[in-house]
């Protein structure tokens, strides 16, 4: 069973930067995928970054050139760095992180942090 937690949300400027981080219990490193995802009031929850265990990265539009998503093995965690966040970006953001079991995917969640873009 995998444990996820988020932390590093919080209340930031436009154009400011937060890292937020995912801190697994648990060991994740036979995961096939790590992912950020996050949902905004009134909207569904939507994938940012991904992270393949071999390592390809995908990024949404609107995260390219600003967001980075990364884990590390040693901490058994994944991080998310963000910057240049604009008040668009305000959201609550969960880690996400799965494989395949046979035919089925089994995947875990954390509760989510939120992060709030505002002047």
């Known amino acids: 069973q995998v444990q996820l937690v988020e932390s590093g949300g919080g209340l930031v400027q436009p154009g400011g930067s937060l890292r937020l981080s995912c801190a697994a219990s648990?060991?994740?490193?036979?995961?096939?995928?790590f992912g950020w995802y996050r949902q905004a009031p009134g909207k569904q929850r939507e994938l940012v970054a991904a992270?393949?265990?071999?390592?390809?990265?995908h990024y949404e539009d609107f995260a390219k050139g600003r967001f980075t998503i990364s884990r590390d093995n040693a901490k058994n965690s994944m991080d998310l760095q963000m910057s240049d966040l604009k008040p668009e970006d305000t959201a609550v953001y969960y880690c996400?992180?799965?494989?395949?079991?046979?035919?089925?995917?089994?995947?875990?969640w954390g509760q989510g942090t939120q992060v709030t873009v505002s002047s």
């Open positions: 992270l393949s265990g071999s390592g390809f990265t």
């Open positions: 996400n992180v799965k494989k395949s079991v046979g035919l089925q995917w089994v995947e875990y």
């Open positions: 648990g060991s994740i490193s036979d995961m096939e995928h």
